[in-house]
């Protein structure tokens, strides 16, 4: 049975950090990613690694703010967020995928981040 726990998310002042953390089992993952969904909007890419080609992307909202990295050997993937904003408050959602393109196949639970103003 495949499951992705995330954890790390809180409560944090603007300018702040915090480190989200993704934990899989169950299968061997090619990507691994992090979304979010903030209230009332829809759930939006934020970044992924690829561990077969060895390759990140962010989406441009959180470049150069957010890294994602991972451990393929264990299946986990980070995100550590910097420079927090406001506009940063959603559930971040993981997610993995045995395939090297589309859709992923597994989603986590989801972890809440409040960046307070």
């Known amino acids: 049975q495949v499951q992705l726990v995330e954890s790390g998310g809180g409560l944090v002042q603007a300018g702040g950090s915090l480190r989200l953390s993704c934990a899989a089992s169950g299968r061997t993952f090619i990507r691994m990613g992090w979304f979010r969904q903030a209230p009332g909007k829809e759930r939006e890419f934020v970044a992924r690694?690829?561990?077969?080609?060895?390759?990140?992307y962010y989406a441009d909202s959180v470049k150069a703010r957010f890294t994602i990295s991972g451990d393929n050997s264990k299946n986990t993937v980070y995100l550590q967020m910097n420079s927090l904003e406001s506009e940063d408050t959603a559930v971040y959602y993981c997610?993995?995928?045995?395939?090297?393109?589309?859709?992923?196949?597994?989603w986590g639970q989801g972890t809440q981040v409040t960046v307070s103003s």
């Open positions: 997610a993995a995928s045995r395939i090297i393109v589309g859709g992923y196949e597994y």
């Open positions: 690694m690829n561990w077969v080609a060895d390759s990140t």
